[in-house]
Nanobody, 121 residues
Framework: QVQLVESGGGLVQPGGSLRLSCATS????????TGWYRQAPGKQRELVAT???????NYVDSVQGRFTISRDNTKNTVYLQMNNLKPEDTAVYYC???????????????WGRGTQVTVSS
């Protein structure tokens, strides 16, 4: 069974930095893309950043230039480096992996349980 475990969230002052990690375990045939999403209270979940199997990255405009997504395949871990954090970045951040469990199955979306990021003075 595939599991995603996020870590690295917390409370930080505006202008500060955090690095989120998403460790993946379980058997996966191939990964199409990995991403970070977030959901603030009373709002819909939104895409923050993605990285494809070819290391092509994509960011929502509001975090462009401040956040960086990367991955370490040797550790089956994806990171989200968040710099110059703003109060509006406050949300629960979720890791997502789009992958095929086996050669014969379709692509499946896997989700972590989320990690809270709070930006406040």
């Amino acid at each position: 069974q595939v599991q995603l475990v996020e870590s690295g969230g917390g409370l930080v002052q505006p202008g500060g930095s955090l690095r989120l990690s998403c460790a993946t375990s379980g058997r996966i045939f191939s990964i199409d893309a990995t991403g970070w999403y977030r959901q603030a209270p009373g709002k819909q979940r939104e895409l923050v950043a993605t990285i494809s199997s070819r290391d092509i990255t994509n960011y929502v405009d509001s975090v462009q230039g401040r956040f960086t997504i990367s991955r370490d395949n040797t550790k089956n871990t994806v990171y989200l480096q968040m710099n110059n954090l703003k109060p509006e970045d406050t949300a629960v951040y979720y890791c997502n992996v789009r992958a095929k469990p086996t050669y014969f199955t379709r692509i499946v979306d896997y989700w972590g349980r989320g990690t809270q990021v709070t930006v406040s003075s």
